[in-house]
């Protein structure tokens, strides 16, 4: 494996490393069983993802489980700020108020993981074409 690639683990690691964190912080799972599930899924891209990241036969699975679960907690982020919002609408609340940054954040892993099975699995691009077309 390059050592591109491994510094692109770690990066996701440290990533999804300060998210669990967050949300443990945020939403202790102690407290309420919903928080469970989240806390969960963090654990698994912290935990769980890097090591699949670093081995080529699981390294798409990966990529696979980074994009389900970028998408639902983003949708689990967007429902919880709109549920519990309690001011008015305006750009400020949206912007600075809302669960959008930590969206954003979370979204900033995709790219970063797409780099990291691309460096893994580099000859992947080139599968089920002919010679002609390459």
Partial sequence: MPKTARGLILAYFWISLGGLLLHIRLHPPLENIYNWAPTAVA????FVLP???ARPSTAAWAWLAAVATVIFGSVGM???WLVAWPGPWNLDAF???S???DIVILWGKLPLAWAIVRL???HEETRGRTRCET
């Fill in 51 to 53: 090591f699949m990241f």
């Fill in 43 to 46: 654990a698994l891209n912290t």
């Fill in 78 to 80: 967007a429902w919880h």
């Fill in 95 to 97: 912007l600075l108020r």
């Fill in 99 to 101: 669960t959008l940054p």
């Fill in 120 to 122: 893994v699995r580099p």
